[in-house]
């Protein structure tokens, strides 16, 4: 499970894992926007990640990082956030694990600087969903999902069986040329 932390919306993705098959199972995000107190959102947050972690039972959830700005508000209302939904999963002793913005892109695009759109295109082409939610916090939460697999995955190896060369004939679609 994949979840992009937000004030406004969070993301979420969950997806499944046969030996190298990647299968979405669901992705959508949860609506924080119409509630203006912000101790509520960070409520509704841990609630609604927990009901999710007991719906869908996933083994691990990763979660993106807050990234440095300028306004270090928004960090702190960020990281409250993220906090929250760890929370949630550690209650249901889940493994958590963390991916920088720029690590979840590049695992998914081979771009660190990638534009949300673009994740979700690359998404979209990879699980074949033809229509994209026009909200992306959507595909962000499955993105960190997707990026967390990648990252877990056993080391590829220089040379033999489990050589680049057969990681590049095997996942074409991860390859980026130009």
Sequence with gaps: MGIDPGTNFTGFGIISVFGKKLDVIDYGFIE????????EKLKEIFIKVSNLIDYYDPHEV?????????????????????????AAALTK????????PRKIKLSITGQGAASKEQVASFLGK????????????????????????YQSVTVIKSSGKNSWSDFIKNNPDRVKNG
Excluded: W
Excluded at 32 to 39: E, G, N, P, Q, V
Excluded at 71 to 78: A, E, F, P, W
Excluded at 93 to 100: K, L
Excluded at 128 to 145: F, H
């Design 93 to 100: 002793g889940r493994d958590v694990f963390e991916y920088a």
């Design 126 to 149: 990879m699980f074949k969903i033809t229509d994209l939610p026009s909200n992306l916090d959507s595909t962000d939460g499955l993105a960190v999902a997707v990026c967390h697999y």
């Design 62 to 86: 990763a979660f993106e990082s807050p990234f440095y700005g300028e306004n270090v508000q928004s960090m702190l209302k960020l990281g409250r956030a993220q906090g929250v939904a760890m």
């Design 32 to 39: 924080l926007s119409k509630k203006k107190d912000a101790y």
